[in-house]
């Protein structure tokens, strides 16, 4: 039973320049939600997707973006790239819209923004 | 809004010495409480949750935490560490009014030593 993954790995950008990252719920999940971890922080809530639609957000600017397919993977995109922008990026599955009963969290993409 | 606060950056023990690493939430309601580790590189791994019922959980790994609603706190504890267990911790708490994110604290960082 395949957990949550994500592509890829480690990314390297430079300012200015748009980035989407990608996330495969663990089997069986329909709810996708990304955070961001800076380094040395916890991780912060961006926006969680449900039925291929944005349910929640966080504070985050219109840069960030996101999409569900119907197979419930999900793209996170950012566009207009900072130097802050770099960080660890997570994506947490779980079931039927709510993700806190249990929320699986994937390996992250780690971001580098020079 | 909610917040957590997990005021010890590092902690260092020694193998086989107890451990607790302290968590304190402000929620408007009960809240849904939870701890993770991270190991480097690595995602979230969920320890333990608390929703409801008894105050002390257990959780995987030999950890337990117990929730005291009067000091608002969510102390996480192993009685004999182990050097496996050097990682980070992270306190969360959900949700909040508008739907089902989570807030994590800052972490704690736990070193082992032989």
Redesign the interface.
């Given at each position: 039973d395949a957990g949550v993954t994500q592509s890829p790995t480690h990314l390297i950008k430079t300012r200015g320049q748009q980035v989407t990252l990608r996330c495969s719920p663990k089997s069986g999940h329909d709810t996708v939600s990304w955070y961001q971890q800076a380094l040395g922080q916890g991780p912060q809530f961006i926006f969680q997707y449900y039925e291929e639609e944005e349910r929640q957000r966080g504070n985050f600017p219109d840069r960030f973006s996101g999409h569900q397919f119907p197979n419930y993977s999900s793209e996170l995109n950012v566009n207009a790239l900072l130097l802050g922008d770099s960080a660890l990026y997570l994506c947490a599955s779980s079931l039927g819209g709510r993700a806190v009963g249990e929320q699986f969290f994937g390996p992250g993409t780690r971001l580098t923004v020079l | 809004a909610q917040s957590?606060t997990q005021p010890d950056i590092h902690i260092t023990v020694s193998e086989g010495a107890s451990l607790e690493l302290r968590c304190n939430y402000s929620y408007g309601a009960t809240p849904?409480l939870f701890w993770?580790v991270q190991s480097p590189?690595?995602?979230?791994?969920?320890l333990l949750k608390y929703f409801s019922g008894d105050t002390l959980v257990q959780g995987i790994k030999g950890f337990e935490a117990e929730f005291k609603r009067s000091q608002s706190s969510f102390n996480l504890r192993k009685p004999s560490v182990h050097w496996s267990d050097a990682a980070e911790y992270?306190c969360?708490v959900?949700?909040n009014n508008?739907?089902?994110?989570?807030?994590?604290?800052?972490?704690t960082r736990l070193m082992v030593k032989p």
């Open positions: - | 957590v849904y993770y590189g690595q995602g979230l791994q969920l992270f969360a959900g949700p508008a739907g089902n994110m989570l807030t994590f604290g800052g972490g």
